[in-house]
């Protein structure tokens, strides 16, 4: 049912169905623009005679004298009468309900109604049948001195008085920064009363704290933090039945996967060493059998099946003999930049894990990942299980995160400091004697829900490269779940305690944030006791969630304006596309280059700009 309405002529469609007394029909009518004009609703005979129902709409106050709702039962135009003013304070984007009975003997209840609450009602008399309820959607002027801008009102239901709940308008997925508000709305129609109930991830919601409305047409959440990412849905009832609405997901920053790999079609599957790495997505895969003597029976096999989302890594081994340091292996996941040059492994090169995703480029200054944390922090969060528990090998499921002083490095040296962030271990220490701290409350993302995990946190130096070893181990390990770490609050705590645990004066807070974190390694280190192992462990979602960052202009240094030209900072949401211009006159607009933002800023320089005696810049989206 819809129509339209040229200077208040009717052109709109009738309903096909016809109504006669006793009936209770319901209308749902919402504005769409700000500056639109006028809607009506008809409730009238076939040929326009008699009593009819008239509903006229406007949410522009420059349209005419008629800002609000009204009702008006006599056959004229609404601006050429005395209408009667149902509600004053009309808005945009609001679904308003008009509920209208009409009795056995003609008299009419006209019901104006909002998330449930009766705004106004009305009353008319004579209203005989059969009825027909039609809208008009305004355009042009509705009377003298009114505004032409063209308006549209968006239809959005019928319902009689014994319908079931019908949904035609479903919540819609929101990406929100951390800290930002999520809405949510549903716009349904059915027999009132209609009741809602919102719900997350499969559970009822009720309002408290950050969440509100959770029983009403509209769910604001507030402050959104990672433990608001989830979906959401609306269930909405009457006394004839219910519907549940589509699902609507909330991610709080940007979501960048790692498994499911992006545009992997095909199993990739590596055997031993056998190819040496396998390219996975934005990711490398690689056993990694660094300390295992090659006399060893059985195999390390790792497997990804893109059907269902799934790393494997399955340990089955005999007659082992470690070479070096005690560690057997490391099979992991990579991203970024791995260290370690020629000869180390056998026949390898120093590795980009992939191109990176343009939104995530490693290296990455550990400075400007730590700054994230004021955005959200930037985490980890695996979906992961261990299997069988407990391992019979001394074993640890752990990221390995290396930092070093140069980009790229030459090679790991004393100013290196390798990070690793256990979430299970079985018979196994990290290295170092004794923890540096204990019971450190870290905050952690644990099947979706925000808790403070406790961990010891252990520091020595390798005994062969002296680089720096920092290990977060958790007090109660996690051996399967979804776990999500924050890693710039964790490398926040290394600049605020590296020169203290190893009394090194290159790691002060400030020479760290100049440091480079290379890449991010997702894995599982095990030793031997008894010359066999036999273990495994999956991953079924991996990912990292990157908070939004504005669009922020700097100066490039404290002389951003030389011979060479004008330079000058910039930093936007990752992954977003920018076109950088130009102007002398804050009116005409001249491209100069384009950027895509990243966690790091960049660092541009206009050539150009010495020419002038004055020059603008702005950051546009193409």
Same mark, same amino acid.
């Given at each position: 049912?819809?129509?339209?309405?040229?200077?208040?002529?009717?052109?709109?469609?009738?309903?096909?169905?016809?109504?006669?007394?006793?009936?209770?029909? =319901?209308?749902?009518?919402?504005?769409? *623009?700000?500056?639109?004009?006028?809607?009506?609703?008809?409730? $009238?005979?076939?040929?326009?005679?008699?009593?009819?129902?008239?509903?006229?709409?406007?949410?522009?106050?420059?349209?005419?004298?008629?800002?609000?709702?009204?009702?008006?039962?006599? #056959?004229?135009?609404?601006?050429?009468?005395?209408?009667?003013?149902?509600?004053?304070?009309?808005?945009?984007?609001?679904?308003?309900?008009?509920?209208?009975?009409?009795?056995?003997?003609?008299?009419?209840?006209?019901?104006? *109604?909002?998330?449930?609450?009766?705004?106004?009602?009305?009353?008319? =008399?004579?209203?005989?049948?059969?009825?027909?309820?039609?809208?008009?959607?305004?355009?042009?002027?509705?009377?003298?001195?009114?505004?032409?801008?063209?308006?549209?009102?968006?239809?959005? /239901?019928?319902?009689?008085?014994?319908?079931?709940?019908? *949904?035609?308008?479903?919540?819609? /997925?929101?990406?929100?920064?951390?800290?930002?508000?999520?809405?949510?709305?549903?716009?349904?129609?059915?027999?009132?009363?209609?009741?809602?109930?919102?719900?997350?991830?499969? $559970?009822?919601?009720?309002?408290?704290?950050?969440?509100?409305?959770?029983?009403?047409?509209?769910?604001?959440?507030?402050?959104?933090?990672? !433990?608001?990412?989830?979906?959401?849905?609306?269930?909405?009832?009457?006394?004839?039945?219910?519907?549940?609405?589509? *699902?609507?997901?909330?991610?709080?920053?940007?979501?960048?996967?790692?498994?499911?790999?992006? #545009?992997?079609?095909?199993?990739? $599957?590596?055997?031993?060493?056998?190819?040496?790495?396998?390219?996975?997505?934005?990711?490398?895969?690689?056993? #990694?059998?660094?300390?295992?003597?090659?006399?060893?029976?059985?195999?390390? !096999?790792?497997?990804?099946? %893109?059907?269902?989302?799934?790393?494997?890594?399955?340990?089955?081994?005999?007659?082992?003999?470690?070479? $070096?340091?005690?560690?057997?292996?490391?099979?992991?996941?990579?991203?970024?930049?791995?260290?370690?040059?020629?000869?180390?492994?056998?026949?390898? &090169?120093?590795?980009?894990?992939?191109?990176?995703?343009?939104?995530?480029?490693?290296?990455?200054?550990?400075?400007?990942?730590?700054?994230?944390?004021?955005?959200?922090?930037?985490?980890?969060?695996?979906?992961?299980?261990?299997?069988?528990?407990? %391992?019979?090998?001394?074993?640890?499921?752990?990221?390995?995160?290396?930092?070093?002083?140069?980009?790229?490095? !030459? =090679? +790991?040296?004393?100013?290196?400091?390798?990070?690793?962030?256990?979430?299970?271990?079985?018979?196994? &220490?990290?290295?170092?004697?004794?923890?540096?701290?204990?019971?450190?409350?870290? %905050?952690?993302?644990?099947?979706?829900?925000?808790?403070?995990?406790?961990?010891?946190?252990?520091?020595?130096?390798?005994?062969?490269?002296?680089?720096?070893?920092?290990?977060?181990?958790?007090?109660?390990?996690?051996?399967?779940?979804?776990?999500?770490?924050?890693?710039?609050?964790?490398?926040?705590?290394?600049?605020?305690?590296?020169?203290?645990?190893?009394?090194?004066? +290159?790691?002060?807070?400030?020479?760290?944030?100049?440091?480079?974190?290379?890449?991010?390694?997702?894995?599982?280190?095990?030793?031997?006791?008894?010359?066999?192992?036999?273990?495994?462990?999956?991953?079924?979602?991996?990912?990292?969630?990157?908070?939004?960052?504005?669009?922020?202009?700097?100066?490039?240094?404290?002389?951003?304006? &030389?011979?060479?030209?004008?330079?000058?900072?910039?930093?936007?949401?990752?992954?977003?596309?920018? +076109?950088?211009?130009?102007?002398?006159?804050?009116?005409?607009?001249?491209?100069?280059?384009?950027?895509?933002?990243?966690?790091?800023?960049?660092?541009? #320089?206009?050539?150009?700009?010495?020419?002038?005696?004055?020059?603008?810049?702005?950051?546009?989206?193409?």
């Amino acid at each position: 049912m819809s129509g339209a309405n040229n200077n208040y002529q009717f052109t709109g469609i009738q309903s096909f169905e016809a109504f006669s007394p006793p009936f209770t029909l =319901s209308a749902t009518v919402t504005g769409t *623009i700000a500056n639109g004009n006028p809607f009506e609703l008809f409730l $009238s005979n076939s040929n326009w005679s008699g009593s009819r129902l008239e509903i006229f709409g406007n949410i522009n106050r420059a349209n005419c004298g008629y800002y609000g709702i009204w009702a008006n039962s006599v #056959n004229d135009g609404i601006c050429a009468l005395n209408p009667y003013l149902l509600y004053q304070n009309a808005a945009v984007g609001v679904p308003y309900t008009f509920q209208i009975s009409v009795d056995a003997s003609g008299n009419l209840t006209l019901s104006l *109604i909002n998330n449930g609450v009766t705004l106004a009602q009305a009353a008319g =008399s004579g209203f005989i049948g059969p009825f027909y309820l039609i809208l008009g959607q305004g355009e042009g002027s509705p009377c003298t001195g009114g505004s032409t801008n063209v308006g549209v009102w968006q239809y959005v /239901g019928l319902a009689s008085s014994n319908s079931p709940p019908s *949904i035609l308008a479903q919540p819609q /997925g929101l990406t929100v920064g951390i800290g930002g508000t999520a809405v949510f709305g549903v716009t349904a129609i059915g027999a009132t009363p209609l009741s809602y109930q919102w719900i997350k991830s499969g $559970s009822n919601l009720v309002s408290n704290g950050n969440v509100i409305g959770t029983t009403n047409t509209t769910l604001t959440i507030s402050n959104v933090s990672v !433990v608001d990412a989830a979906n959401y849905q609306v269930v909405v009832s009457n006394s004839f039945g219910s519907v549940t609405s589509s *699902i609507a997901k909330l991610t709080a920053g940007q979501e960048i996967d790692l498994i499911p790999a992006p #545009n992997v079609n095909q199993s990739v $599957s590596l055997t031993n060493s056998n190819p040496l790495k396998g390219q996975l997505g934005l990711c490398a895969i690689e056993n #990694n059998l660094y300390g295992l003597a090659p006399s060893f029976t059985g195999q390390v !096999v790792m497997t990804y099946f %893109p059907n269902m989302d799934l790393l494997t890594n399955t340990i089955a081994l005999g007659q082992m003999t470690v070479t $070096s340091g005690g560690v057997a292996a490391y099979p992991e996941i990579e991203y970024g930049y791995k260290p370690w040059p020629p000869p180390w492994p056998p026949n390898s &090169t120093n590795y980009y894990s992939s191109t990176n995703s343009a939104a995530l480029l490693f290296p990455v200054k550990l400075g400007d990942l730590v700054n994230m944390e004021s955005y959200g922090g930037f985490w980890a969060v695996a979906n992961y299980a261990v299997s069988p528990i407990p %391992p019979q090998n001394p074993m640890d499921f752990a990221y390995d995160i290396w930092i070093t002083s140069s980009n790229p490095p !030459v =090679s +790991v040296t004393a100013t290196t400091v390798e990070l690793m962030i256990w979430l299970y271990a079985s018979n196994l &220490t990290p290295s170092g004697t004794t923890p540096k701290l204990t019971g450190v409350p870290m %905050p952690c993302l644990v099947n979706g829900q925000l808790q403070y995990l406790l961990f010891d946190v252990y520091a020595s130096t390798n005994t062969s490269s002296n680089w720096a070893i920092v290990s977060f181990e958790p007090e109660a390990p996690l051996s399967a779940g979804s776990i999500g770490v924050d890693l710039s609050r964790i490398m926040g705590m290394l600049g605020s305690e590296l020169q203290n645990w190893f009394g090194n004066s +290159v790691w002060t807070q400030s020479s760290l944030s100049n440091f480079y974190v290379l890449d991010v390694e997702l894995g599982s280190e095990f030793k031997d006791t008894s010359g066999s192992a036999n273990y495994g462990w999956g991953i079924s979602r991996y990912y990292f969630i990157a908070p939004p960052i504005p669009l922020t202009f700097g100066l490039g240094s404290a002389q951003s304006l &030389t011979t060479n030209g004008f330079s000058f900072r910039l930093q936007g949401q990752l992954g977003s596309n920018y +076109v950088v211009q130009a102007s002398t006159n804050l009116n005409n607009w001249q491209p100069i280059t384009n950027f895509v933002g990243t966690i790091s800023p960049i660092y541009l #320089n206009d050539p150009a700009a010495k020419n002038f005696k004055q020059r603008f810049y702005r950051a546009v989206t193409p």
